[in-house]
């Protein structure tokens, strides 16, 4: 293990950083801008606000202000940039950049933090390679003295990617592009509800004027039947090939259709698509009741998700991190996300692959344009491909095996989609799909449906688990459930679940020595809100919850607006893992969270009570604390919230609040869906490995550890690893895995609540290059 490496020993003493947001605004700028100035403060820097982009640097005065602690409270839950953005044209030459030069080297300010899109952070790496011949000029001008041009001598520049569009290279996802789905989910659901009642087709315009990502999600999230995206055009004779499938599609009795279109939407020449073309063509070829809904900048607005105000917070504190770390030959870098880990990368290698996307579809290069966008680009148009185009039974290839499929363990919101894409992916492999309903004890019981690829249509946006989930484990029922796989002659099993799929699976792998039925392959994908199956940072439903957390947390606090100085304290859901109640506090910007993997006392609350009150003396008066339900035996939320009435009286009144089953409720999140979709096609495809792997004399048969597999997120990729080497990283008294990832950014929350604490960054963002692709066309 390499050694911890704490932040204390990087001060900020004596810099000046000013934050800027540049060009588009986006959801999550401000949690950005709020972790900018927390962290910079706690590290002793001055922090300066540069209101209206790069239009402020350039005029100076008033635009240009120092900042407190204070100034970044309450607008973690505000979409937009409190600080504004502007396009700015003086800055485009060289006098403007000169003015720009002297307002900053006036305050001392040699660290900029950009939050914008290519062209801001592209403006800040000229500006930063011209600084020192910019000096020397105000030198000569007599504009600043020859001890400022010593002092002052290089400009370090951090940028962070505030962009609905994820048009950069280099990041998986960029600040602002979560909310903007959810923006478009909640309008294609809503539109969904009114398209079936008459039976129409609905033609959603959707942002991206050269990238086609919120389309492509959305389509993939919501089941479009057909999306334009700029990156992959359709291919000659798309009209025909369309009518014939929206028409297929109503043959099978869907009532409505939904075709998804990027606003910068091309054919294969590289002329326009637009969603006004598309409404005729239906009308004309086919008759039906067509609608154009033009979502516009309905995408860029609204309160940021809570992935948003958590990916910001990150790249915010990261971004203070590389400042701190620079020096005069350090390049001008952008913090941006690889899987859940933050990487710091050039800022120009990413700027560059940026523009040779728009290269290659300029040159109809489309293939290129798809790769260099990136792994995760290309997964979800791959996946998108395999599950709306249902191929004729003709072409597709005959397996002769059974796949089951079943939901485990408590409902998570995305394991609809999951299923979906399952029985989507295993038709189009060749096998048949069977779906087993209320869990192991329907499947003791005989409750096993084939299920067709109609069966699923629609099931992406439903809540909850259509196909039925229980908790019992399979144990008591094996001889049942071996009884029902030889009787439907099951040949592979995928469950979908949360801790008990995992204890279940353990089960079914421990009686492979009695019953031959469990000899094939098995694996699972992770679904709980808890987040607490082994073997992956991620599961299906928790970015739901937690947006429902984040979401509650926010009314919450508004109903205290105007009144006297409040706390609030607030369970949530998770059993013994804190994943929820800790993510849950970072993204509502709480006080402290506590929970079962960090042990409390008496003392610590009252440390927490006095900081609050301490708190509450100045302009602040709203607390939060979030309490996990299961993270102390003693210390109750009726405990809690009795001590915090008590020690607070005077300064503050308490109210507490109990979020209960809500948790696990509503409709799947964009993340949710996608994840779902992603993971569980995954899965698919390598029970189909598998299952030809261990097809040997007419049958299958396997006993081998890596056929009993777990999918999971592991930093950076989608990892199977066998269920029986998980064992050693479970801690099965408690139902969580013995080391998580997210108990690292537990002392950012504490940061950015100003408490006092070490913060662990021997694995904080390194600095790496880009990844290029091998283009694969010539």
Known sequence: MPDKKFFENLSGAGKAIGVLTSGGDAQGMNAAVRAVVRMGIYVEAKVYFIYEGYQGMVDGGDNIAEVSWESVSSILQVGGTVIGSARCNDFRTREGRLKAACNLVK??????????????????????????????????????????????????????????????????????????????????????????????????????????????VSALACGADWVFIPEYPPEQGWEERMCTKLSANRAQKKRLNIIIVAEGAIDCHNKA???????????????????????GHVQRGGTPSAFDRI???????????????????????????????????????????????????????????????????????????LLSNKKPAEELPKSNFNVAVLNVGAPAAGMNAAVRAAVRIGITEGHKMFAVADGFEGFSKGQIKEFSWGDVGGWTGQGGSILGTKRTLPGKYLNNIAEQMRANNINALLIIGGFEGYLGLLE?????????????????????????VPGSDLSIGADTALNTITDTCDRIKLSASGTKRRVFI???????????ASMGALAAGADVAYIFEEKFDIRELQANVEHLTEK???????????????SSENYTTDFIYQLYSEEGQGVFDCRKNVLGHMQQGGAPSPFDRNFGTKIAAKAVLWLSKKLKESYQKGKVFTNAEDTVCLLGMRRRNLVFQPVGQLRDETDFEHRIPKEQWWLKLRPLMKILAKYKTSYDISDSGQFEHLHRPKPTEA
């Not at 020859?146 to 960029?174: H, P, Q, R, W």
Request: charged share 20%; hydrophobic share 40%.
């Open 508 to 532: 079914l792998s421990a009686a492979r020595e009695i019953y031959e039925a469990f000899c094939i392959p098995m694996v699972m994908v992770p679904a709980t809100v808890s987040n607490n």
């Open 311 to 385: 990916l910001a917070s990150r790249m915010g504190v990261e971004a203070v991190l590389a400042l701190l770390e620079a020096t005069s030959k350090t390049p001008a870098c952008v913090v941006s996300l690889s899987g859940n880990q933050a990487v710091r990368l050039p800022l120009m290698e990413c700027v560059q692959m940026t523009q040779e996307v728009q290269k290659a579809m300029d040159g109809r290069k489309f293939l290129e344009a798809v790769q260099l966008r990136g792994k995760s680009f290309e997964n979800n148009l791959n996946t998108y491909k």
């Open 570 to 580: 607030i369970e949530t859901m998770g059993g013994y893992c804190g994943y929820l």
């Open 273 to 295: 698509i637009t969603s006004e073309q598309i409404k005729d063509l239906v009308v004309q070829q086919l008759g039906y009741d067509t609608r154009v809904t033009i979502l």
């Open 107 to 216: 305050r001392g300010i040699t660290n900029l933090c950009v939050i914008g899109g290519d062209g801001s952070l592209t403006g800040a790496n000229l500006f930063r390679e011209e600084w020192s011949g910019l000096l020397d000029e105000l030198a000569k001008k007599g504009e600043i003295n020859d001890e400022a041009v010593k002092k002052y001598a290089y400009l370090n520049i951090v940028g962070m990617v505030g962009s609905i569009d994820n048009d950069f290279c280099g990041t998986d996802m960029t600040i602002g592009t979560d909310s903007a789905l959810h923006r478009i989910i909640e309008v294609v659901d809503a539109i969904m509800t009114t398209a079936q009642s008459h039976q129409r087709t609905f033609v959603l315009e959707v942002m991206g004027r050269h990238c086609g990502y919120l389309a492509l």
């Open 616 to 630: 509450m003396k100045t302009t602040i008066q709203r607390g939060l604390v979030l309490r996990n339900e299961n």
